[in-house]
């Protein structure tokens, strides 16, 4: 091997591969004493190196995690068996995708509208997609943009990354214009109607880059007529417990996505409740395998937090909320 200056382009530092799959360096570590797998090479320096082949068999157990394996049954497979795991299988089962059908069959994303809109981000007609998006948004309103627009969409663009027929670019010239066009649907909700209790922080927490769920959730959060407080990604314990105390919020939304270590992630709950007063909530979202083990709607026992599974779980959670918090509070 060549040191990293004059590296050929088909090897990938464990950066390239970060920044690429959104897997840790600290998971990607733990994966290869774990599991065997990566098994990457050493330059010259000493500095972990990956294949293409390497590159493409992460990017689809990102995808089979994502879509709720956990890593142990998916990371040690050969590329072969991955290949055949449904990545759109229910959490917790594995389903066999047959050979002769297309990877996005299964979605009710595949429709003729919003396939249209993939051609759109494949040819980067960024303008096209955007008013598409817009369009449905006026016409079906936030709720319906959001769950019949983005997310099967995600899982569109999601498969066709993996497929290799987007390249990371496309992917995040895709979450641009879906976070421009929801934060103007939030501003205009929220500019419509009086908002009020609870307040709601939303953030992740350190090593979870992805925010694309958190804006999601804002906007069930803004239809419910509850004030926001988005800090964005990466938020330290610290300073979430600081902004808690000086923005006043009532609940503390967290999301996590699937390749979180889940000893981690429950580790890390465990001390944002300890340092936060009882009466601040914790409220989750997303696929890490930690999470979908708590029984959709209920508070884990001690009550650390409380799962919310789907999108549409947030306007019960409001409601529970406000029926046991005086309208003063």
């Not at 050979?99 to 919003?114: G, I, K, V, W």
């Not at 993939?118 to 998006?133: E, G, N």
Request: net charge positive.
């Amino acid at each position: 091997m060549t040191n990293s200056s004059s590296r050929s382009a088909t090897w990938h530092t464990i950066a390239d591969i970060e920044r690429d799959t959104g897997l840790s360096k600290d998971t990607l570590r733990v994966w290869e004493r774990r599991y065997g797998f990566p098994d990457p090479e050493r330059d010259a320096l000493g500095e972990r190196c990956y294949t293409d082949a390497q590159l493409t068999r992460l990017r689809h157990i990102r995808r089979l995690i994502d879509a709720g394996h956990r890593p142990g049954q998916v990371v040690p497979l050969p590329p072969e068996a991955l290949l055949q795991l449904n990545t759109q299988a229910a959490p917790g089962r594995i389903q066999m995708r047959s050979s002769r059908a297309p990877a996005t069959a299964s979605l009710p994303a595949a429709s003729e509208e919003l396939l249209a809109w993939m051609q759109m981000l494949q040819r980067y007609d960024a303008r096209s997609l955007r008013h598409a998006l817009t369009h449905m948004l006026q016409a079906r309103g936030l709720t319906r943009l959001v769950l019949e627009g983005v997310a099967p969409m995600n899982e569109l663009v999601g498969d066709a990354w993996l497929a290799g027929r987007l390249a990371v670019h496309q992917e995040h010239l895709y979450s641009e214009i879906v976070q421009t066009v929801l934060r103007q649907a939030i501003s205009q909700v929220t500019q419509a109607r009086p908002l009020g209790a609870p307040r709601v922080l939303l953030t992740t927490l350190p090593g979870e880059e992805h925010g694309l769920g958190l804006l999601m959730a804002e906007c069930f959060l803004a239809l419910e007529g509850c004030e926001t407080v988005p800090l964005g990604v990466q938020t330290p314990l610290t300073d979430i417990v600081n902004a808690v105390s000086v923005s006043g919020a009532h609940i503390v939304a967290l999301s996590f996505t699937a390749t979180q270590n889940p000893r981690d992630v429950l580790g890390s709950l465990d001390q944002l409740r300890s340092r936060l007063l009882p009466e601040v909530a914790i409220w989750t979202g997303g696929r890490c395998p930690a999470l979908m083990r708590v029984p959709r709607g209920q508070a884990r026992s001690p009550a650390v937090f409380q799962h919310l599974a789907r999108l549409q779980d947030i306007a019960t959670a409001v409601a529970a909320w406000r029926s046991r918090v005086p309208p003063d509070h």
